[in-house]
């Protein structure tokens, strides 16, 4: 038994061998198709869009098999018409709740796949979607946990039992007032504090066992050291693949695809110090997705730039950690862009999280 | 002129300054990149005291002055770290210190102190087939440093706290450059003399900061740079019969002038078409 009434032959016709998933265009034409398993078509698509710069929404796909897992990723990409030739019951659900228009071929009461027994529903698609990203390990970001962390200068203790807990993928501010120990726990964090007491866990594993090159930990800080000396962007973002075993061409794509997806390939053979501001956090993000960093660390990264380059700077950190969903620690202390932001805030007030300032 | 070449003392100290032309000035992109320009001071004041010390105990001079200055860079990174303060400061006091010791050396064990000043003069065509053989281990071995390493000097010299995050131990891969870059002043030192050294290490840096956009650009270019001085220095000085480390200041200085005045030019012409 079929669902198909409103949708054009062309597109409810069976896909062909091999082929898992097509995606149409607006005069039907295929513009997208994957021989991919199990739900990496979905990602091929997510990544397809993001290159095209397409609106899912404009599009139409066509799965050859979807389970709640397929359709949630669907409905997050923000697609609204579909068809499934065959299509499980949570999944049509998944649909219905979102609004996608999906038509069928075939309802089966369930996929059989250990998937989709994970997903359960009180998870959002937020959360489905990382935990598939995990599963398909394509989530970059790693855990962190900051445990009873005391750190500070010349004995002096700063962070007085910082408490942090984060998972993979997940954002975070730390507002506070200057002295609060913000800048203190990122160099603790990047190793050029020895931390008093207490643990720092990255990954599931202790500071001092995480591998030391390559880096899981990038860092963006705030974009005023100027120096007279030359050095390219390109080079900075070169910086990103220090300790990856990789071919002269391999680096220069992955440089390329870094510089491209925050926006700055055009600048690749500019000296960094003629740079805006707003295009050095640019490269310097560029190179943290070059390191392919799990836990992206940044140091007030919107203190001098201007309005239009914050705006500009919200949209690709926005994008990064749509596409990449890397596990993102940032301090600020920039109200009105962090609002902006939407990400969860926590304020720092002598040495420790405050939950209630 | 170039029947002098056929000199063995002149032919040495041409290949002498050849290798120490086209690979030194990387020590120069270290002492500028890391701002620790101060530091050449102490190490020509190292070698003072090296020279003091060889005198008066018998030892190789090179041998002695090099083994100072290791010590001194050894020295004052780690009192840099310890008492959190910069390089400029430090190096004065133990330039002093230095100093006094080579002074208290010289009058103590009666060391002929002219001996020991002609080391800050330079010996080009003093040298010998073991002068060659330690540039070029140490001309080599920055050549070397630097390609096997270029992403860890380009991370310490783009942000300290970047290099960090990336999982470069900065204080002791800052150690590692300083050793290297003292190595580097030490044998500069005895080709150049302490006073026109810079006309090798430091000038094709800085012209080639001017030209370059980047890193790798400006590395190359300032050997290139360093070389062609070296190589015109040194004809200019059998020309003119001048001290060779006046004849390398000389198109250094001239290529360093005109630079300025291009670039200044093209800054006015740049700001003229946008006003």
Not at chain 1, 180 to 204: A, D, N
Not at chain 2, 112 to 132: F, N, R
Not at chain 2, 191 to 203: H, K, S, T
Request: net charge neutral.
């Amino acid at each position: 038994m079929g669902k198909s009434s409103n949708m054009n032959n062309n597109i409810t016709k069976p896909l062909p061998g091999g082929v898992s998933l097509q995606l149409y265009n607006s005069a039907d034409e295929t513009i997208f198709e994957s021989a991919g398993k199990w739900l990496y078509p979905l990602f091929e698509v997510e990544d397809y869009l993001h290159a095209m710069a397409f609106k899912a929404a404009d599009i139409f796909l066509h799965d050859r098999i979807a389970g709640r897992a397929a359709a949630s990723l669907i409905s997050r990409m923000g697609f609204r018409r579909c068809f499934i030739d065959t299509i499980s019951v949570p999944a049509l659900e998944v649909f219905e709740r979102y609004g996608v228009n999906c038509g069928y071929n075939q309802l089966v009461d369930k996929i059989e796949c250990r998937t989709e027994d994970l997903i359960t529903n009180e998870m959002d698609l937020d959360h489905v979607y990382r935990m598939l990203r995990k599963r398909a390990g394509r989530l970059q970001g790693i855990d962190l946990e900051i445990k009873e962390l005391e750190a500070g200068y010349d004995g002096k203790k700063i962070l007085k039992g910082l408490n942090i807990r984060m998972r993979a993928g997940d954002q975070l501010v730390i507002a506070g007032d200057n002295g609060t120990g913000k800048s203190t726990m990122l160099k603790t964090l990047i190793g050029r504090l020895q931390p008093f007491s207490g643990e720092i866990i990255l990954g599931g594993m202790p500071q001092a066992r995480v591998k030391k090159i390559p880096s899981p930990v990038g860092y963006v800080n705030q974009s005023i050291k100027q120096t007279e000396f030359p050095i390219t962007a390109e080079e900075v973002v070169s910086l990103g693949l220090l300790g990856q075993k990789l071919s002269k061409s391999e680096s220069e794509y992955q440089i390329e695809v870094s510089m491209r997806r925050t926006g700055c390939f055009h600048l690749a053979g500019r000296n960094i110090n003629t740079l805006s501001g707003g295009e050095k956090q640019r490269v310097s993000l560029a190179r943290c997705l070059a390191q392919k960093a799990g836990l992206i660390l940044m140091d007030e990264p919107t203190s001098f730039l201007d309005r239009e380059s914050k705006d500009e700077f919200l949209d690709v950190l926005t994008h990064v950690v749509r596409s990449h969903m890397p596990t993102i620690l940032l301090v600020s202390h920039d109200h009105e862009w962090v609002e902006r932001l939407g990400w969860p805030v926590k304020t720092l007030k002598d040495g420790v999280l405050c939950s209630t300032c | 002129m170039f029947d002098l070449l056929t000199y063995p003392p002149v032919m040495r100290g041409l290949v002498l300054l050849l290798i120490s032309g086209f690979t030194f000035p990387l020590g120069g992109v270290f002492i500028l990149r890391m701002n620790i320009l101060p530091i050449r001071y102490l190490l020509m004041h190292g070698v003072l005291l090296g020279g003091a010390l060889g005198l008066a105990f018998g030892l190789n001079l090179s041998v002695t002055s090099f083994v100072v200055n290791l010590l001194l860079i050894v020295i004052l990174n780690q009192s840099s770290r310890i008492l959190k303060s910069d390089y400029g400061h430090l190096s004065m006091f133990f330039m002093v210190a230095t100093i006094a010791a080579a002074s208290v050396i010289t009058a103590r064990f009666h060391v002929p102190a002219k001996d020991t000043l002609t080391l800050l003069w330079g010996s080009l065509y003093a040298s010998d087939t073991g002068s060659i053989i330690s540039a070029a281990a140490i001309g080599g071995g920055i050549v070397l440093f630097a390609l096997i390493f270029f992403r860890y000097l380009t991370a310490v010299f783009y942000d300290r706290d970047v290099a960090a995050s990336l999982g470069i131990n900065v204080n002791v891969f800052e150690l590692i450059v300083m050793l290297i870059t003292s190595l580097v002043v030490a044998s500069a030192m005895q080709l150049m003399g302490a006073l026109l050294l810079d006309a090798q290490l430091i000038l094709p840096v800085v012209i080639a900061g001017l030209l370059a956009t980047g890193l790798k650009q400006t590395m190359v270019l300032s050997c290139v740079l360093g070389g062609a001085f070296s190589i015109a220095g040194f004809f200019i000085s059998l020309f003119f019969d001048i001290p060779v480390s006046a004849g390398v200041a000389i198109p250094a200085a001239v290529m360093f002038i005109i630079t300025i005045f291009v670039r200044n030019t093209k800054g006015l012409k740049h700001e003229y078409i946008k006003e």
